[in-house]
Every structure is written in C-alpha cells, then in structure tokens.
RNA sequence: GGAGGGAUGGCAGAGCGGUCAAAUGCACCAGACUGUAAAUUUGGCGUCUUCGGACUACGGAGGUUCAAAUCCUCCUCCCUCCA
C-alpha cells in the first residue's frame, strides 16, 4: 500500500471490499482524484449511521483528494430497497430539497471544506441528471447494460426474495440509478472512485460494470465494514431515534453522551473511526481494561463531539458529563425547562412534571416510575406518587433537578 | 378469473364466545450489582384515575349475543395454489 488514503483507510479500519485494490492505489498515487460518496436526503439531518462515510471522504479530502457528497434527491424519490423488507414512503421535491440543505449546512460542513479549489469538497444531487431522464432512451442506451439475472443475483435483493418480502420495480430500479450515478460523476468530473458502507457494495459494483461497458473507463469500489453493535444493530440507532448529526436535531451533550455509553468491545474500533487521534495513541487507549475503559470513552466521545460540534460544545459536554456523573451536580448542557413562578409556588404535581419535562411519556409512566423508586428530585429519590413540588424544591442556585433512572435528568427553573 | 389461507400490542407470535388490556419471546424503561460498560437478576411495559375503577384497543364498517380478538355479512390489504 504506497498511498496516504489506503494507508490510512487501512489502518483505521474502513476497508472491507476494493474492487481492485492496487490499481485504486496506483491511481491515488498518480495524484489527485475524486471520490464520491451517496447519500440520503430522506431526513432533515444525517446520523451517525453515515458517519462512516463522512469520515472516508474527511481523510480523503485530508489526503489532498477532492470529497464529492452526492445527494440522492432523485434517488429519493425511489427508495433504497437494499436489506430493508418494507417499501419506503416516498417524499416529494420540496421537502427533499430542503433536506439537502439542512444536510449539507449542518452535517458535512463540519466534516468537509466546501470551494472550487482542486482539494475542495463538491455538492452535488443526483436529481439534476436523473429527473430529466427519458425513459426509452434510458433503457435504450444502458438499459441493455443490465442483465436481471444477474440484478437478482445481488445479496439486497435476493434477501427481499427470500422473505417474499415484495420489491416493486420502482424500488428494483434503485441499482439501475445508482449505478448511473457513478457513470455520470464519471463524464462530469472524472471521478473514479466510488465509496460507501459494505451494504452498498452491489449497488457500487454495478455502477463499475456500467463504466467498463458503456465508457470503457476503470472505476474503483471501496467500501467499509458495516458497524453493529455487539447484538448485531445497526450503529447510530437508538430506542430514542437516530443519533443525529445535527445539533438542532440531537443536543451535542448527548452526542457525547451517545459515545460515552458505547460498548466496551466497540471502543477501539470507533476510536479508530470517529476520532482523528493519532494511530499510537488509539492503541494506547485500546489497551486499557477494566474500569480503565472509561478513560477511552471519555476520550471517545470528547473527540467525536468535537469533531462534529466543535471543540466549545465538546468541552461543555465533557464538563457537563463530569458534573453530573462525577460530582452528582449538575451543567449548563443538561436539558432546561422553565416554569412560571406562580404556577410552581401553588405547587405542581410531580406527575405533571414528569410529563412536562418528558422524562415520563404520560402520568401512569410517570407513576410506575416513582414506585418503582426511579424517580430522583435534587438527587433523593421519591417515593411518594402524590407529590408536588414548590418553590421550597428550588436549591440555593434556583433550580429543581428531576432525574429518571441513573441517566436521565433534567432541570426546572422558574421565570 | 377460480380455490384456499391470513390480517392481534414496537416486532415476532399465542388466543378462536365470558376467567383477555390479551400467553410467550425479543426490544424498551426502571431497581439491584457495576465502571455512565457487558453479563446477571428483579419489577414494569394502552390512556386517565378521587386507586374503587373508567375509557380506548385485536385490518375497516355493520350484525348476532346478557357478553365478541373470538360467531355472521360486506369492504380493504397480504399470501399460497390453479388459469
């Protein structure tokens, strides 16, 4: 391996499958290229499932290479049927032109330097070649690229089959589309490499079977190992939702507290990922044990935050984390409420509270919670269900801490 | 077009006239133990409640019955086999 990205991409963990692994680093070796990544604008934000991705194109661009993020806005519109059993609902333009900007602002501008310089990151959708696609052409002129033999033979789709799961042709058209991506980025800006997560090896390939029979050029696929957690869930996904990138979407106190709370067998590899420590400093970290290991959460998640939400956020994350589970106090980063003053001195209910504060979905939770001794006002549990708190709970400081469970708290103060 | 089978809580999957807010497993939440981990273990897991209950729920709409997730009719959707 000759070039900084392979190097790199290697031992960090991000290689799973290369088309053709000498060329591709032949050919980073020649000297700039560009790379392209797909991504999904079926949500306002990105989470941490892409991640990955974002950090394959992060030491791409780091490498002296030009990141493309490629927004699926057309793709969209079909719906990524790979490894999912049910069809997708569909968007309509307006609001995944929206995503796209959303995405864009607060995702990959954290990650990418946007420009027109060599080395510059570029934005494109997909949806400014596919949505004036006609439909006889296109199957006249790659249609006949594409065999269905061997479209079925692809593990994404096989899997729908297995489970007699139905895939309507819109959705089987997902890797015709795809695959064109790559043909079209090919003829635009000569990018040859596309990358992405392992699930999308199929999809990537076709798109390489595409350049050598309708351009004769040479594309490369690389694409990473698939993160799951130790049971075998897909990274980024909580109870809660998605562990969104967006700050608005997801505060970055409990991004950081996402990767404080990883499984201990995890920390090394998403040190490797998400952080941009140095390689010798990630296996020093790697080989603590024990309760040690929370030295490398800590280090984890500061990094990680950081690099997505800066390193002011990432230090009031960090501080807030370590009053709270550290000195049983509290930070400014924990989730605040306010309430009026009057209302608190009649008394509020701490039912009401608890829903108020969404610490309980309704008031029977809320109930169960307490008598199951989970609920904590100021950090001493309380066990009466008819409680109601005044503005005698306010502490010297003016706040009231509730918190559910060992995790969750919140603040009330009045106004 | 014809013949069957099916639709139950976040998912999987029992129930097939009252004892069903619905077994069991997974997921989730909380307690214990710990290291803000895992494993283990205990409790919880529709909404409201003056804690007696009340209300809404088993694809949708009607009906039978004192009583329906369970029986009947129609509708919608899915699957299997035949053409």
Redesign the pocket.
């Known amino acids: 391996m000759k070039s900084d990205f392979l190097k790199i991409m290697h031992e960090r963990g991000f290689v799973h499958q290369c088309s053709d692994l000498e060329g591709l680093d032949a050919k980073l070796c020649e000297g700039p290229q560009s790379a392209y990544i797909g991504f999904d604008a079926t949500a306002q934000s990105l989470h941490v499932g892409n991640l990955t991705g974002i950090m394959m194109l992060y030491w791409f661009q780091q490498c002296g290479h030009k990141p493309i993020t490629l927004m699926g806005g057309g793709t969209s519109k079909i719906g990524d049927p790979s490894f999912k059993d049910e069809q997708r609902k569909l968007l309509d333009d307006a609001t995944i032109e929206e995503n796209i900007k959303n995405i864009e602002k607060t995702c990959f501008a954290q990650f990418l330097t946007y420009g027109d310089g060599p080395a510059d990151a570029l934005m494109v959708n997909n949806n400014d070649w596919l949505d004036g696609l006609k439909y006889l052409e296109f199957l006249r002129d790659y249609g006949r690229f594409f065999t269905v033999n061997r479209m079925l033979s692809f593990d994404s789709v096989k899997t729908r089959l297995e489970r ?1 799961s ?1 895939l309507s042709l819109l959705e089987f058209n997902y890797m015709v589309m795809q695959g064109y991506d790559f043909l079209e980025l090919n003829r635009r800006y000569g990018t040859l490499i596309q990358m992405g997560g392992s699930d999308q090896w199929g999809n990537i390939i076709n798109g390489v079977d595409l350049g050598h029979k309708a351009d004769q050029v040479q594309l490369y696929a690389l694409t990473a190992p698939l993160l799951t957690t ?2 075998g ?1 897909k990274m980024g996904k ?3 939702g998605a562990v969104w990138l967006n700050a608005a979407m997801l505060s970055p106190y409990d991004y950081y ?1 996402y990767w ?5 067998v995890m920390v090394g590899t998403l040190l490797r990922r998400f952080t941009i420590l140095p390689i010798d400093e990630v296996e020093k970290l790697e080989a603590l ?3 040690e ?2 030295e490398a ?2 280090i984890l ?1 500061f990094e990680a935050t950081k690099l997505c939400h800066g390193e002011s956020a990432a230090i009031d994350a960090q501080d807030t ?2 009053k ?3 000195q049983g106090s509290i930070g400014d980063d924990l989730p605040t409420i306010e309430i009026d003053g009057t209302r608190l001195a009649a008394g509020i209910p701490l ?1 009401d509270l608890l ?1 108020e504060t969404g610490l309980a ?9 307490i ?6 006002r100021n950090d001493e549990a309380v066990n009466d ?1 008819g409680y109601a708190s005044t503005d005698g709970d306010l502490t010297g400081d003016g706040y009231i801490k509730l ?6 708290h919140v603040l009330i103060r009045t106004k």
């Not at 918190?403 to 969750?408: F, N, T």
């Open positions: 007699e139905p130790p049971d869930k909580t109870e809660n507290q404080r709370n990883v499984d201990d044990e024990g309760a290991i929370n959460k800590k998640a984390a370590q709270v589970f550290e039912l829903v979905a309704s008031k029977g939770e809320a109930r169960r919670l008598q199951g001794g989970g609920i904590k269900v918190s559910a469970g060992k995790k969750r």
